[in-house]
């Protein structure tokens, strides 16, 4: 019998890999009908932090910003993914959970670190980032911010999810983003204990008439901004605004003064949590439509205060 001697390291391991493939593709064909399509199931396609953030950088209109806070706050682009995380924040919990379950990227809507931009220097000091930051390293886990991206989309995704969490598809305007009309207009109590009940909300806080009938309803996610909202509410004139977080020295103070001068216009603030939570569920059936194989999970943060 002829000896084959193989003295190059590298031709050695490709001979290696080469005839491991060849006894690995001739077992699998030579399985009965069920035991190959079994056996294939388990063979997945291997999916990367990176490419799972540019498929959905693709989908965004004019694609790849060049100043985004859309970055990756831990871990690298070229980790394998074994599961993902869909939260609003990637806090500690989240991330304990995220390690219960096997998944090692947290696609998060808000910052990681306390500040919108994630800047770290101030805190590198902090016991409690280090702490988190610390719990990331060690089960190399992967934390991407999508808000800039996700508030892109045509429509923005995360309203996207609030519309869909609400069941107000048909309410929704065809011609101005983030506007309802309702032809039986519900009156401000029923909307509020109708936003509450959808939408898991305890309290909320509002400024009008309990009874005052609210036909056109206008939505603002998030943190607009008081400038953003005072100029949705002055252009639209909307029975009421709806929106996420508030300064109240700008928007609650706009309202207050809107109906001191007789403008029929309420105010009701959900909080930014409540507000954008459906963006993260939104996420979670975008991973499952573009990425069926990968176990996606959406985990709830729930309110940072309590009310008593």
Not at 15 to 23: A, E, L, N, Q, V
Not at 50 to 75: H, N, R, S, Y
Not at 78 to 85: A, C, P
Not at 283 to 289: A, F, Q, R, T, V
Request: aromatic share 10%.
């Amino acid at each position: 019998m002829k000896r084959i001697f193989i003295s190059d390291l590298s031709s050695r391991r490709k001979f290696i890999s080469d005839t491991g493939k060849t006894f690995a593709a001739a077992a699998l064909f030579s399985l009965p009908i069920t035991s190959f399509a079994s056996a294939v199931l388990k063979f997945k396609a291997i999916v990367t932090v990176g490419q799972i953030m540019d498929a959905f950088i693709k989908q965004v209109p004019g694609g790849e910003k060049p100043a985004t806070v859309d970055t990756l706050k831990a871990g690298s682009r070229d980790i394998v993914v074994t599961g993902v995380v869909t939260s609003m924040f990637a806090t500690i919990d989240v991330i304990k959970k995220a390690i219960a379950l096997d998944a090692n990227f947290i696609i998060a809507h808000e910052p990681t670190f306390y500040n919108h931009a994630d800047d770290t220097q101030w805190l590198e000091s902090n016991n409690v980032y280090q702490y988190k930051m610390n719990l990331l390293k060690a089960h190399n886990i992967a934390v991407w911010r999508n808000h800039d991206y996700i508030h892109s989309l045509v429509p923005d995704g995360v309203l996207v999810g609030v519309i869909e969490e609400l069941g107000w598809q048909e309410y929704e305007d065809k011609k101005v983003p983030y506007l309802f009309n309702f032809e039986r207009a519900p009156k401000l109590d029923g909307l509020i204990n109708e936003l509450k009940d959808k939408m898991g909300i305890k309290m909320l806080r509002y400024i009008g008439d309990l009874n005052q009938p609210c036909k056109k309803v206008l939505f603002m996610e998030g943190s607009a901004g008081g400038k953003t909202q005072i100029s949705g509410a002055s252009a639209i004139k909307p029975d009421v605004l709806i929106c996420g977080e508030i300064s109240e020295w700008e928007t609650a103070e706009y309202v207050r003064d809107a109906r001191a001068k007789g403008d029929q216009i309420s105010l009701i603030v959900l909080g930014h949590i409540a507000s954008e939570e459906p963006g993260s569920d939104y996420m979670l059936k975008w991973m499952k439509s573009n990425f069926p194989e990968i176990k996606t999970t959406h985990l709830h943060t729930g309110n940072s205060l309590s009310f008593r």
